[in-house]
């Protein structure tokens, strides 16, 4: 893995610490960028592979697996954006409404530095683009058929009832043991009470107390192989 650079920034989804959080830019065995938090040990994604993790837990067994043709989706923790990229570059015919709550977005010097669009041929610098640097709070074209609404909001105060019904929820944050607070049942249940019936639900997370809230919360549950490096992953429909 190689270092490009240190920016001082909060990490996300976490209420303010009295420091500033150091993010770094690093390559996974991919080729793909992530970033890296020290001082939590963390990263937004898999080391293994950014891009491979993301395709295989929210793309494959998230967006695949939702068959409606409109979908409103939910994305807890937009970070690199690269979830969303690879939801518009796989979207086929259907509709998008993209929603996506951070509470700490990325910088323009960090997302600039992401070689997403560049290992996709440079097709999609322009939406990736676009994606980041449009406006927060309101719903924004950023191609035909794909509307993204990024929410700047702290997700364990916010009113999911002021987003449509879900049919398909990414839910990315940090792992339950860095960020325990956005994994707590209460938090689950009011996505699930917003998920509209045989709603997908999709995560990385494989841990047993969160199977066993996301159940307790209405969703049918259960382990699924993981993307490289990680045996296991959750994926769930909600009850009709």
Not at 81 to 110: C, D, M, Q, R, V
Request: include cysteine; charged fraction near 20%.
């Amino acid at each position: 893995m190689t270092n490009l650079w240190m920016p001082k920034i909060y990490f996300r989804n976490c209420a303010p610490k009295s420091h500033l959080m150091i993010r770094t830019i690093i390559e996974t065995e991919d080729g793909s960028h992530t970033l890296y938090v020290p001082d939590l040990e963390e990263h937004f994604h898999s080391t293994h592979g950014a891009i491979q993790e993301s395709n295989h837990v929210f793309i494959k067994n998230g967006l695949l697996r939702c068959h409606k043709n409109e979908i409103k989706l939910l994305e807890v923790g937009f970070g690199t954006g690269l979830n969303a990229l690879l939801t518009l570059i796989n979207k086929g015919n259907k509709t998008i409404h993209y929603f996506s709550i951070e509470k700490y977005p990325l910088t323009a010097k960090e997302y600039n530095q992401l070689n997403y669009p560049k290992l996709a041929n440079g097709e999609w610098e322009q939406e990736f683009n676009l994606m980041h640097s449009c406006a927060w709070n309101k719903p924004v074209e950023i191609v035909p058929d794909f509307l993204l609404t990024k929410i700047n909001q702290d997700l364990t105060t916010y009113d999911i009832n002021e987003l449509p019904l879900l049919d398909l929820i990414y839910f990315d944050a940090f792992a339950p043991g860095k960020q325990p607070e956005m994994w707590e049942e209460s938090i689950l249940s009011k996505i699930a009470a917003h998920t509209s019936a045989g709603g997908v639900f999709a995560t990385y997370c494989a841990k047993g107390e969160v199977r066993r809230s996301l159940m307790r919360s209405g969703f049918n549950m259960q382990r699924i192989a993981g993307p490289p490096g990680k045996m296991e992953m959750l994926y769930g429909e909600k009850d009709y």
